[in-house]
Structures are given as structure tokens and as C-alpha cells.
């Protein structure tokens, strides 16, 4: 199963992710901005698999620049919990 096809399986990849780069001393702040730009690639690049991913597109595409960075800031927390 591919880790976009199911939104549990994404917050759990993201998590380790961002464990791995607060592991490695990345400060929050840059792992928001890289979090933003995963946030277009995937907006613009990639169908969503389920319920969650369409909304966050849908969030995504409506939001502000200010309004992304808060989603993706909100996203890595949430990943960071959930792992």
C-alpha cells in the first residue's frame, strides 16, 4: 500500500520524518517551510487517495500563503503526536 493511500499511514510517515529532522537539530521553523513546500508539490502534483487528502487539498488550494504555512505548521505537529 502505498503511504498517500491511507491518511494514517501518511501522519506516521510524516512523523518519523519530522522526528528524524528534530533528531538532527533541524529548528521548527524550517521544518514548517519544508512542510509548505511539501504541501504545493502534493497540491499540485498529486490526486488525493481518500476523504483527508481531499480536504486538505481543498483547504490548501483556498488558504492564503499565511494560511498554508499555519496548515503546514499545524500538520507537523499533529504528525509529531501522532508518531
Do not use: C
Not at 74 to 83: P, Q, S
Amino acid at each position: 500500500m502505498d503511504v498517500l493511500e491511507n491518511f494514517d499511514r501518511w501522519k506516521e510517515f510524516l512523523g518519523a520524518q519530522v522526528d528524524r529532522a528534530q533528531a538532527m537539530g533541524v529548528p521548527h521553523d524550517r521544518i514548517t517551510e519544508v512542510a509548505v513546500k511539501m504541501g504545493a508539490y502534493l497540491s499540485n502534483k498529486v490526486d488525493p487517495k481518500n476523504e483527508q487528502e481531499r480536504l486538505l487539498k481543498d483547504l490548501w488550494d483556498a488558504g492564503s500563503e499565511d494560511e498554508r504555512q499555519s496548515l503546514a505548521s499545524i500538520m507537523v505537529k499533529m504528525a509529531d503526536k501522532a508518531h
